[in-house]
């Protein structure tokens, strides 16, 4: 059973019908009692990093969300999701933490002549640890859908699962230990995004 974060996320449908499609028991989670029996865990996002993290934290899973990835089972962040692992952001001058899982701080793409910002649509990923169990079966080059004006900066490069360019390269996925997350959207990529979801699935397979 995987535990999908139920905080008023846009995209909490098209996620949870995209893990029911690769053959995943969902249970959306609004407190932190309903991670107990969990597999694994997805916090989905669209949206602000202020509204991610304080709809969070009004529902009491600030504390929850890192003392479920410190059990070790499999979670998987998804864009704002993704984002909110981390430390801090620059958008609107955030005043709320992050969960600060990994170290780093979210930053907006640099203004260029040219340089749409957000970047919305599909781009490519350059695979940097082929053996990132997400991308089992998934070549380097692959388009996937992102919709994001900021992207993470992790302290750390070795976390760097995956990259993309958009004016700069930047880590469009990551893998440390049993955290994964994608700033690109899995459940809006097609093919790519459903193989994605369904190396995460196996991943929590008991």
Same mark, same amino acid.
């Given at each position: ?92 001058? *955030?005043?709320?933490? &992050? =969960?600060? +899982? /990994?170290?780093?701080? @979210?930053?907006?793409? %640099? ?77 809006? *990529?097609?093919?790519? &995004? =459903?193989? +994605? /979801?369904?190396?995460? @699935?196996?991943?929590? %397979?008991?």
């Amino acid at each position: 059973m995987i535990a999908l974060i139920d905080y008023g996320a846009g995209n909490l449908r098209s996620v949870h019908k995209a893990l029911v499609h690769v053959g995943a028991r969902v249970q959306l989670a609004s407190r932190p009692e309903q991670l107990d029996d969990a597999h694994a865990l997805v916090l989905p996002g669209v949206g602000a990093f202020d509204d991610c993290l304080n709809a969070i934290r009004r529902q009491n899973l600030h504390d929850a969300i890192p003392a479920f990835v410190n059990t070790g089972r499999p979670f998987l962040g998804i864009c704002v999701g993704y984002q909110a692992l981390f430390e801090r952001s620059e958008e609107f001058q *955030s005043r709320a933490p &992050g =969960l600060a +899982l /990994l170290e780093g701080r @979210v930053v907006r793409f %640099a203004d260029r002549p040219g340089l749409k910002v957000p970047q919305i649509g599909w781009n490519q990923i350059e695979i940097t640890r082929p053996d990132c169990p997400l991308f089992h079966g998934i070549p380097s080059g692959s388009y996937v859908y992102f919709v994001h004006s900021f992207y993470p900066v992790p302290t750390n490069p070795a976390v760097v699962a995956a990259s993309t360019t958009h004016g700069e390269r930047f880590a469009s996925a990551i893998w440390h230990n049993n955290i994964f997350a994608t700033q690109f959207h899995p459940e809006k *990529s097609q093919t790519v &995004g =459903l193989r +994605l /979801l369904q190396n995460f @699935v196996r991943c929590a %397979a008991p």
